[in-house]
């Protein structure tokens, strides 16, 4: 996939580094900062800078390193593809001096111990750190090393100018900037390393960057994560953090999720180590979600409590006396990681045990499960309504991680576990839910074990943000606005115009879905009354293949409930601002995913007839895919319409299909279905070209209002290619495992 190249907003904001501060150990005056460069960081303390650049216990280490952030309430370099929050909102046009004390930076601080006899304590210990508006600062830790090494032979400005100078040299300009969309994308295609080669051969590529800087004359290769959001930060390892501590890392993932107070303690630790630990918790949960690294404190020690004012903070400390504070955390994490483990202890469990011994006393690891002890209100975790479906989830995981499937893998589980919470909480917004009778089981259940902490969820502050967040609907503003425009001038073009470049469909086979948007945007006709099949259910409107009969037959067989349903999902509709266009894909995908069977044969041909009226170009196709992770079965819902009963459905899946093998972001989601649906699709599209499918419509029509006329049920037989595995159950089930 080739991505876009976007200037840094403008020509003065191309450099990679904002500031270098240099701080060391003095014997006489303890830490201590000793250069700022180019200047001094506005509305920050040097002495704040000594307390965190130089960890607690670090004479005790040759090498250790921690992360800084500044600017917390700063907008972003990147905040037009991360958050809608009015408070964090920057112009594009906005100029370096306007904004510079007003951008988030991230910091990564390195800091080293010389053993030196000649001296005062027996050890020199100095750390350099740099400021940078790029989340990926870790890729300079390098050129960072080199440069301390010098200082500590030549103590001098003039290593941290030469630092800043030669990071800024680097042409900035040439960085691919992906936008959201292209950032899911690259991940979609996430999934076991252990499937069958046509799975693996498709992961995406292209995920890094590399471009060149020197230092001293030592060339640096920068490998770039271009996936990274502005949540994603240093060398995450997810599976670390799920081995340390098993089955109970899902209560620090529900803390988070519902926005608890968390704290890790690694007394005797190193800050790198603590850092790694509280920067992959947010990895956990971010994305989808978003803005988490606002209230992220890799390393924070004594000298500075103020995070503790932060609602829902992740927080990492070395000092035990953290932990005897049980007012200052909800969840507190002790790590224990020469031993390959960790203890979890909520407010409650710290109070039951000192009351236990008699008073404040060393912490001991809880049992396996969590009891309610001597506090009668205390909750117990196994009795939480998620506990059954969190616990599922991750003996998965762990099962994954101890086959060694790999780090993408088990990310991308806990991308889809979050954001099928989080789908439950905008199900609810866009009342998709409101007919729990057409969940399946499965379906039913995840979202009854849900539905306290989805309460909560919708509740927060954020969740205004979260419901219009990119990494949610998966687009960003700019490509919603040009999608949009492109598919009101693809619904004014005529039939050969409409069809992607290369397309074999001939202008007498008129998309039906086209001419139903155009009936959709003409004045709405007036219903004829409801028909009704064998049990009063509702017979589907009988569907033409010519636009012309197609919306005669539209009008004529629509009821009241169509049209109120018609204008309700029309993406169509240019009325519609840009975030309900990419919401109601988001809606057409979750109903035909949440559906427990596919007998409203009605609302699944208009479905499917709306979703082949938008995809008609890659960006749309790659947004549907986002919605699609290869982890969740891919193309499955799409794919599924090949063996739906109605040659109308088969029609527009196939179509559908059809337009994502022609592009090279989008062909490998097709190649990764299984063949049957490869041979499915053969044969409907085949049926589509010589007109085959157009007639079995027509007699689908005929049928249908013969059913209607004789008080028939409507539930017609099935396509000639629906394997028998599909008779009588939901196509879909498959992926109710994944879900639940």
């Known amino acids: 996939m080739t991505w876009h190249t976007k200037l840094l907003r403008s020509d003065n904001k191309k450099q990679l580094v904002d500031y270098v501060v240099l701080a060391e150990f003095d014997i006489d005056t303890g830490s201590t900062v000793r250069h700022q460069y180019p200047n001094n960081i506005p509305d920050y303390k040097a002495d704040w800078f000594a307390e965190f650049m130089l960890p607690e216990g670090a004479h005790n280490r040759d090498l250790d390193f921690n992360y800084i952030f500044l600017n917390r309430d700063a907008p972003h370099v990147d905040q037009h593809l991360w958050s809608k929050f009015e408070k964090y909102a920057q112009k594009p046009d906005d100029t370096l001096e306007e904004s510079e004390s007003k951008t988030f930076l991230y910091g990564i601080n390195l800091v080293k111990t010389r053993h030196d006899s000649s001296v005062r304590r027996g050890a020199i210990v100095k750390a350099m ?40 040299a680097i042409d900035m300009a040439a960085l691919p900037r992906p936008d959201t969309m292209e950032q899911v994308m690259m ?16 992961i995406p590529t292209g995920w890094y960057h590399t471009l060149l800087g020197y230092f001293d004359r030592i060339e640096i290769p920068l490998r770039i994560p271009l996936f990274r959001t502005p949540d994603e930060v240093g060398e995450i390892q997810l599976s670390l953090l799920v081995k340390t501590f098993g089955e109970q890392v899902m209560r620090i993932f529900h803390a988070v999720l519902t926005k608890q107070r968390v704290l890790f303690v690694g007394y005797n630790h190193a800050a790198s180590e603590v850092a790694q630990m509280v920067l992959s918790t947010v990895a956990m949960v971010a994305p989808p979600m978003s803005n988490l690294i606002r209230r992220t404190f890799p390393y924070s020690n004594l000298s500075d409590l103020s995070f503790l004012e932060m609602p829902g903070y992740i927080a990492g400390v070395t000092n035990p006396m953290f932990q005897q504070h049980d007012s200052w955390w909800d969840l507190l994490c002790v790590l224990d990681l020469p031993n390959n483990t960790g203890h979890i202890y909520s407010a409650e469990e710290r109070r039951s045990q000192d009351s236990s011994k008699g008073g404040a006393g060393r912490m001991t690891p809880p049992p396996n499960h969590v009891t309610k002890g001597n506090n009668k209100h205390a909750v117990n975790y196994e009795d939480m309504p998620h506990y059954s479906v969190d616990n599922k989830f991750i003996k998965a995981v762990l099962s994954g991680i101890n086959a060694q499937i790999g780090e993408d893998w088990v990310r991308q589980q806990f991308y889809d576990h979050t954001s099928s919470i989080l789908h439950l909480a905008l199900d609810q917004d866009q009342n998709i839910l409101q007919h729990n009778h057409k969940l399946s089981a499965v379906q039913r259940k995840f979202a009854e074990q849900n539905a306290a902490r989805v309460k909560l969820i919708r509740q927060s502050a954020e969740f205004v943000e979260l419901a219009s ?35 074999p469909l001939a202008p007498s086979t008129m998309h039906a879905s086209m001419a139903a948007a155009a009936a959709l945007r003409a004045p709405a006709p007036q219903p004829s009354p409801p028909r009704k099949g064998l049990r009063g259910s509702k017979v589907a409107p009988a569907i033409s293949p010519t636009s012309s009969d197609l919306t005669a037959e539209l009008a004529a067989g629509a009821t009241p409930e169509d049209n109120k349903e018609q204008e309700m999902v029309s993406i169509a509709n240019p009325a519609r601002n840009v975030k309900s266009i990419w919401l109601l894909l988001r809606s057409y995908v979750r109903k035909l995913q949440l559906e427990s069977g596919l007998n409203a044969i009605d609302e699944t041909q208009l479905y499917y007839q709306q979703l082949e009226q938008y995809l008609r170009s890659e960006s749309s196709l790659q947004a549907l895919l986002t919605l699609l992770p290869q982890s969740k079965g891919g193309l499955l819902p799409i794919a599924t319409g090949l063996f739906h009963k109605s040659p109308l459905v088969r029609l527009h899946a196939s179509r559908i299909l059809q337009r994502i093998q022609q592009f090279p972001s989008t062909k490998a989601a097709y190649k990764s279905l299984e063949g049957y649906f490869h041979t499915a699709y053969e044969r409907q599209h085949a049926k589509d070209l010589d007109g085959t499918l157009q007639n079995e419509i027509l007699e689908y029509n005929r049928a249908a209002r013969e059913s209607s006329a004789n008080g028939l049920n409507d539930d017609l037989a099935g396509g000639d290619d629906a394997p028998e595995v599909f008779e009588g159950m939901n196509p879909l089930d498959t992926l109710d495992a994944a879900a639940g």
């Open 187 to 202: 991940r979609r295609g996430v999934t076991y390393e252990g499937l069958a080669d046509h799975h693996k051969s498709h």
């Open 129 to 168: 750190c740099l400021f940078s508006r790029f989340q990926f600062v870790d890729i300079l830790k390098k050129p960072l090393e080199l440069a301390l090494d010098q200082y500590f032979d030549n103590p001098s400005v003039d290593v941290l100018a030469s630092l800043y100078e030669s990071l800024n």
């Open 469 to 503: 967040h990119p990494w949610v609907w998966c687009a960003d503003k700019d490509s919603a606005e040009k999608e949009h425009l492109h598919s009101q001038a693809n619904s004014a073009a005529n039939s050969s115009a409409n069809s992607p470049a290369g397309s």
